[in-house]
Structure formats: C-alpha cells, structure tokens
C-alpha cells in the first residue's frame, strides 16, 4: 500500500554533506508518519529521525541533533534527511521507512510501528 524509493546516498569525507530522499506512493502522504533508520555494521538498526507528516513533529536522535534534519515536501510527497558535519560513525546503510497515522506515536517515536521500508541508500563517510 505504500511504496517507499530512497536515492541521494554516496561516498563523502569527514566533515561533508549529503541530502537524502524518500518518496512515497500508494497512500495519502499527509497521513503517514516516515523514519529514518540506519543499519550500521556491527551494531543493531538504528532510528535517526522521525516526522509526522500531517503534523510536523520531529525528533532527532542524540548522535545526530544539530547536525541531521528531516524535512517533507508534500507537493512532491519527499521526506528529506539532510545530513550534514558528517562523521565516520555515520558510515551505514539507510533506510526510510512508513507508518500509518494510527500506528504512529509523535511524542514516542520508538513505539511507531514501522510497516513499510525502502530497499536503503549506503553512504559511506571517510576519514
């Protein structure tokens, strides 16, 4: 029910800057809540940022406030994670991922129930 296409992964050094994008089809972009994850080599899926479409809360994890923002273009139906200052340890494979309104929770966002995922973008950040 909702497709989700992820692009704008890549290879940066220290200290530079990628815009990553996620578009969503197959349902009502306004209803939906989208995340940012991260799958890093010997460590477990992580969430890096969320937003509620319809009602823009955001939350960042610790690792990247100040440095990642998650941002939406509803004309386009894009969910946007611009990643700047990157590190090293932001090295991973990202993945955006889709929840329906009713199974996302703005003020906790670990408790969303993530049912649709793109197939990730790999950025790769050099010391």
């Known amino acids: 029910q909702v497709q989700l296409v992820e692009s704008g992964g890549g290879s940066v050094q220290d200290g530079g800057s990628l815009r990553l994008s996620c578009v969503a089809s197959?349902?009502?972009?306004?209803?939906?809540?989208i995340g940012w994850f991260r799958q890093v080599p010997g460590k477990e899926r992580e969430g890096v940022a969320h937003l509620s479409i319809g009602g823009g809360n955001t939350y960042y994890a610790d690792s990247v406030k100040g440095r990642f923002t998650i941002s939406q273009d509803n004309a386009k139906k894009t969910v946007y994670l611009q990643m700047n200052s990157l590190k090293p340890e932001d090295t991973g494979l990202y993945y955006c991922a889709a929840a329906y309104s009713w199974q996302c929770y703005p003020l906790n966002p670990r408790m969303t129930q993530y049912d649709y995922w793109g197939q990730g973008t790999q950025v790769t950040v050099s010391s």
């Open positions: 197959g349902y009502t972009f306004s209803t939906l809540c």
